[in-house]
């Protein structure tokens, strides 16, 4: 399965980017995050739909000093196997 993941609120500049390839890693999920002009964050999870939603839980969360106001999730079909979890 793959999410594509888009966060909004007070989140760049905190570390969101870092603490979201942490919890990728920590799970064992594949894929990316970069931050947006706009000020969101998007993420792309690669794994078993329950990692994603577990991922997907921890991004409401995020760091310390952040404030989440959304995470919109777009389910979609994988395009391409990815092997690791990098910050764009």
């Not at 969101?16 to 002009?37: C, D, E, P, T």
Request: net charge positive; charged share 30%.
């Amino acid at each position: 399965m793959t999410a594509r993941i888009y966060i909004s609120g007070f989140i760049q500049g905190v570390g969101y980017r870092q603490f979201v390839k942490k919890i990728a890693r920590q799970i064992g999920l594949n894929g990316w995050v970069r931050n947006l002009s706009d000020g969101r964050v998007e993420s792309l999870f690669s794994g078993s739909r329950e990692k994603i939603e577990k991922a997907i839980e921890e991004c409401w969360k995020g760091p310390f000093l952040s404030e989440v106001e959304s995470v919109n999730v777009q389910w979609e079909k994988a395009e391409k196997e990815l092997r690791s979890f990098e910050i764009l």
